[in-house]
Structure formats: structure tokens, C-alpha cells
């Protein structure tokens, strides 16, 4: 059997009295760390829910008999809220201090404010009394690096100083970056999503969610995204919210005592994530039910939508977008879309779902190119390197230049008369009087063109770059990164239709609904349905996609066509492949994460995967009251057991029950410090009454508390079919497998998962951890 792979699972935790011989049981007092699970483990679900109805029962026969009694049952009944509230709070808050932090850091880059240091581009010039409407970007408070240092803000001397300082200040953040990640907080690197998932699954990752992960991701994150890497900030934020749910559990024994609990907590603190980084509250919760969530009782979605509803309306105090708008992409169009154009919406939905199955498959390539070779043992080079070619290639082009939400703000905009982007030169008639909203299509000027060129090579240089940069140890997100690349291909094709359109209104597609002179295509309505279909395609997200796009934009009549794009492009993506690439990056890192949505549809037995195999030692294995402490520490220290059967003897191996290995190695360390009398040669048993053993035996040792009666078992003609089933639904960490009460062997976690990995032809011994 494999090290570690056995657990202790619990429907109830017996409650014996002392027996009849007058020898104390000392589990009566609880000792410290009982029934607390090692790191890299998963935690019994059965086990927890039995603990927290055995706590709730107890409270409430308790809020009988006093004042006091009553009065504590209610604050552990509102304890849950409170604790939403302090994390909607909490991420809401460094949300904010996030988005300011990376405004000024973004254009910190390129120029610095001289009336205040601490403003942004944007923030500087709107407190400057010399701004005009025309010229609003420029104003004389802001100045960039060249004309601080040379006084001349033109020329090719001052493109290249304001180029190398660009790259400089880019390589600066990056390397402080992955620094502080290195040294302070290594689990602080990444997205966070997938081990995210594969925790809320039941897994313990020690320190994932501690106080200097917290801490560090947030400073990090911010840094990272300044530096100009093709990442965003969403996927870290749902990272940095559940830190927040875990710090808060700390406080309350309800979740701190209990991982299960705790796990509820945490898919409400996820909800808030999504809710802060896209300011979408309902976005987030429907997010962690679909995506992230494997427990989601009805209490935890309520509980989630008031966390993420206080996240929202802190964000919304503390306004970082400057707008009094909690979306992130405001857009308004004035334009309905046409039954005709769901043909380009279903095409962009099919470039989503091939973009996301290759940029899955190339970037889990390049991931284990990165554990497998010398690449992974300098990922201080490796981002320095990444972020040097990113900042050399972005800076010539004005769309990878800047921020990569300003870019998706860009896109998503339509074109109105005030308008001064390049995206936005379009040949007007003079003759042409109408209202500034209902501006009719009209033909594209030089600028447009300009701008399709450039932001073809954004494409190409974004889907190129976010390979290798998604991944890297610094926080890293995928979400913006991919609706980027979607609202890039979105645009183009938009611009395409619109010009087409204008030019061969008479068409039979064009002539039903696009009359001359009307204004008939919306450009940016295309760039917000292809960033939905490339973030669908990538992630596999569909229900709370659609939510989170509308929610993002506003753009609330316009459901339809997200709708389309968003199934679209799932079904391209999964006929390349079901899992998404937070499912892939769990599978590449052998996380024991046994998904809901996967079928297994094999003709195996129980018999087929348990063990011992033939080839295996024996089962590890405890009788009810034959086997002595020195026995039992002996067992304890040969294996890697998690835990052990109980049975009756070793030759009729008649199943009794199941004992936890930790629950075992403390009971005995603390009864040699507790009880007197117990040795090494004293005797072990699990029954009710003492074994009758001769005068001059050593005192025996009690511990039926600890022992779990009703272990769940199969028989060895099971179908695995049903035992994964069971697996999935129940959460269990094992499962014995016996015949006709005797006890053939075991099944656990980690052998349901490299039996399935075995049936798809993939490696079993990639599943690394229990």
C-alpha cells in the first residue's frame, strides 16, 4: 500500500462510558490535536459533519439551562455572519488599495506626477486646472521621464530613455516581485485557483491560506501587475479573499476546530473574490457554486451572497476606478444586436474554444518543461527574462503598452462623437446632423487602419507571451489576459462586419435589418462577446461567465449573444479535452482532486483496485485486545499508514472498526504521560470491557473513544463505478473492502484517482499526494 494512503473515516465519534472494571478511559478529556488531519492530507467529510452536529446538539440541550447558555448559542449561531461580514469587508478593502496601487505603479513606468507623486496619469491631470477636453491625457503636472531628465519631451533620444526607463522600471517590479515570493511566501506565486479547488475538496495545504501568504500576495500581485506581464489580478484576488476567510476562521472554535466548517467559509470568501476583482457580487457566488466550490450547501450560497455584497459596497466606497461605478468596463451601447450577427458571435465562440484548447495544452507543456528541467531551479531568471521580453516588445505598440484593463476599457467603448481613440477615426460627412449617440455607420479612416494592424500584432504578441508568462512564480491571473485576447480578436472582427456593412449594405445578410445610413454594427458589443468566448474557452466557465460579463459591462440586453459565444465556446474546447486549464494545472501538480463533472464509465470491481495486491505487504492491521503499546508504536513507525482496521483476531480478520493513525500515536503518547501504569507490554484494546489477562500483566490501555464503529465498507463485487460515486458525494478518504464481514483490504482516495487516470491512459503515479 502506498505511504500515507489509509485516513480515518467517521460518521460518528462514539461516546463511551467508563467500563465495568473501574479502569479509567482518558480520552474522557480531550487532548491536544485530536482528530486534526497532517499536511498534504485530505480531511474526512463524514467525520466533520458528524463533530459539528455533535457540537450543535450540545449547545442547544446547553441554551436550556441558563441565560449565559442561551446568550452564547445565539453568538455561535451569528458567528457565520459576522465572519462574512469581516471578509467582505477585509478583501473588499484591499481590492481597492490593489487597483489604486496599480494605476500609479502601471503609469509610474512612464512619467511621474509633479504635483503629487502618489497620483496616477489619470488622477494628476484631473486636479490640473490647464487640462483641455481635446488634450486630456496631457496636462503639464504629468511629466514623462525623458522631459524630466532632458527637458525635451520629443525626438528619438527621448523615445529611447523613456523605452529603457519603461523596461527598467518593468524588470524592477518584476524581480521585487518574485523575490519577496521566494523568500517571504513561496505558496504566494501563482493564480491560487487550483490549489483553491483542490482545498475546498477536502486537501490540507499547510500554510497555503496563512497570515504572510496574505500578506505577500497582496504586495506581490501588485507589483507583478505594474510590472506589465501579461497576467491580471482576478484569479490572485479570489486567493487573497479566502486568506481573509481563513484568518477570520482563526477566530471562531466553530471553524477552526472544524476543516469541514472551515471549507464553507471559504467557498463564501471565494464569491467575494470574483465579486472585488470584477465587481460582479453575483458573478462571484454563482463562480464559486460552478467552479470552485465541491461542498455548497443552501446556507453557504446565502452566506456567500451577503459576503460578496459587503465586498462589493466596500469597493464601491472606496471607488478606485474613479468612475462612482462598481463595473470595471462600463460600457452603454445605443445600438440592439440582430438575429443575423449571431453568426459572427458563434464564430467567435469557436476561436474562444480552439484558443483556450491551445493555450491549455501549450502552456501545460511549458509548466512541466519547467518542473522537468533546469528551468524551474532559477524562476528568478526565468521571470526577468519573461518580463524583459514582454516590456521590449510592448512598448512600441500604444494597445500592449498600456494596461491590459485599459486596453479591454478601449475596446469594449463605442465609438461616440467625443471619442479621440485611434479605434475611433472614422471618414464623418459634414452633413451629417444627428444626435451624439446615433452616430450611423460610416466608413474607416486611416486611423482604423492603423489601429487593426497594431492590434493584430497585439494579438499574436499576447497569445504568444501569456504561455509562458501564466504560471511563473509571481501571483499571476488568467482572466484578463484571456478576455484580451478575445476583445483583440473581438474588435477586428467587428470593425470587419461594420465595414462591411457600409460598403455592401445591399447584400442579402445586410439589406434586412442595415439600411443606409443607420447605424447598424457596434464594434465593441464584438470585442465583449469574444472576451467572454476566449475566457469561457480557457476556463470552461458557462453560467457564471455569462453573469460576470454583463455584470462587468452592464451591458444587461446583450445576454443573448454572450449566451451563444460562451457555449460555443465550450463545446470547440472540450472536444479537445474536458478539463480546464485549472483542472490541468491540478492534474500537473498531483493534487487528489476527484472531480464531480468527470463520468467513469469502466467495468472494474472493487476487488480490481483495493489493496494489498499480491505484489503488496500485508495489510496493516489491529486487534480488538491482543496487541500491545510496543506492538502498536512498532506498526506506527514501519508504516505510512494513515490509519488502521480493527478486527477481531488476526485469523478470522472479522472487521471491527477503524482507528486514525494520528488519533492513535497521540492517545498512547498521552496516556504514557496521564495514566499510570501503562508500558510497553501493556495491552491495547478497543471493546467495551477489559481483556481478562493474568495478575501480573502491566495495567492494559483503553481506547475505544478514538476507534470509528461504522467505518464505511464495499464488498469486493462492487462496481467501481458506484465506489467513485460514492467517493464523490460523500467525500470519503477510504473505503474497506470486505465479503461477508471479513476484511480483504482497503480503497483510498488516491487509488480511485490512479485507477482513473489509468482507464484514460494516463500516468497514475502522477496523482502525488493523498
Known sequence: MEAGEAGGSSSSMVTEDMNGSGLMDFLDEPFPDVAKYEDFHTIDWLREKS????????????????LWELIKSLLDAWSGWVVMLLIGLLS???????????????????????????????????????????????CPEWRKWAELMTGSATGGGAYLLNYFLYTLWALFFSFLAVSLVRVFAPYACGSG???????????IIRGYLGKWTLLIKTVTLVLAVSSGLSLGKEGPLVHVACCCGNLFCSLFSKYSKNEGKRREVLSAAAAAGVSVAFGAPIGGVLFSLEEVSYYFPL?????????????????RAINPFGNSRLVLFY???????????????????????????????????WCRRRKTTLLGKYPVIEVLVVTGVTALLAYPNPYTRRSTSQLISELFNDCGALESSQLCD?????????????????????GVYSALWQLTLALVFKILITIF???????????????????????????AVEQMAYHHHDWIIFRSWCRPGADCVT?????????????????????????????????????????????????????FGKEGIYESHIQLNGYPYLDIRDEFTHRTLAADVMRPRRSDPPLGLLTQDSTSVEEVEALIKDTDFNGFPVVVSRESERLIGFVQRRDLTLAIKSARQKQDGVVSSSVVYFTEDAPILAPSNPQPLKLRRILNLSPFTVTDHTPMETVVDIFRKLGLRQCLVTRSGRLLGIITKKDVLRHMAQMMNQDPESIMFN
Open 51 to 66: 463533530r459539528d452536529t455533535d457540537r450543535h446538539r450540545k449547545i442547544t440541550s446547553k441554551s436550556k439551562e441558563s
Open 523 to 575: 464594434p465593441g458589443l464584438y470585442a465583449m462577446v469574444g472576451a467572454a468566448a476566449c475566457l469561457g474557452g480557457v476556463t470552461r466557465m458557462t453560467v457564471s461567465l455569462v453573469v460576470i460579463m454583463f455584470e462587468l459591462t452592464g451591458g444587461l440586453e446583450y445576454i443573448v449573444p454572450l449566451m451563444a459565444a460562451a457555449v460555443t465556446s465550450k463545446w470547440v474546447a472540450d472536444a
Open 92 to 138: 473588499g478593502s484591499l481590492a481597492g488599495v490593489i487597483d489604486l496601487a496599480v494605476d500609479w505603479m502601471t503609469d509610474l513606468k512612464e512619467g511621474v506626477c509633479l504635483t503629487a507623486f502618489w497620483y496616477s496619469h489619470e488622477q494628476c491631470c484631473w486636479t490640473s486646472n490647464q487640462t483641455t477636453f481635446a488634450d486630456r491625457d496631457k
Open 469 to 495: 508568462t501564466f504560471g511563473m512564480k509571481i501571483p499571476s491571473g488568467l482572466f484578463i489576459p484571456s478576455m484580451a485576447v478575445g476583445a483583440i480578436a473581438g474588435r477586428i472582427v467587428g470593425i
Open 193 to 203: 485557483i487550483p490549489e483553491i479547488k483542490t482545498i475546498l475538496s477536502g486537501f
Open 426 to 446: 472614422y471618414i464623418t460627412s459634414n452633413s451629417t446632423s444627428r444626435a451624439l449617440d446615433d452616430i450611423p455607420d460610416r466608413p474607416a479612416g486611416p
Open 331 to 365: 460600457v452603454e451601447y445605443h445600438t440592439p444586436w440582430y438575429m443575423a450577427e449571431l453568426v459572427p458571435f458563434i464564430l467567435l465562440g469557436v476561436f474562444g474554444g480552439l484558443w483556450g484548447a491551445f493555450f491549455i495544452r501549450a502552456n501545460i507543456a
Open 299 to 315: 446556507k453557504t450560497l446565502w452566506r456567500s451572497f451577503f459576503a460578496a455584497l459587503v465586498a462589493a459596497f466596500t469597493l
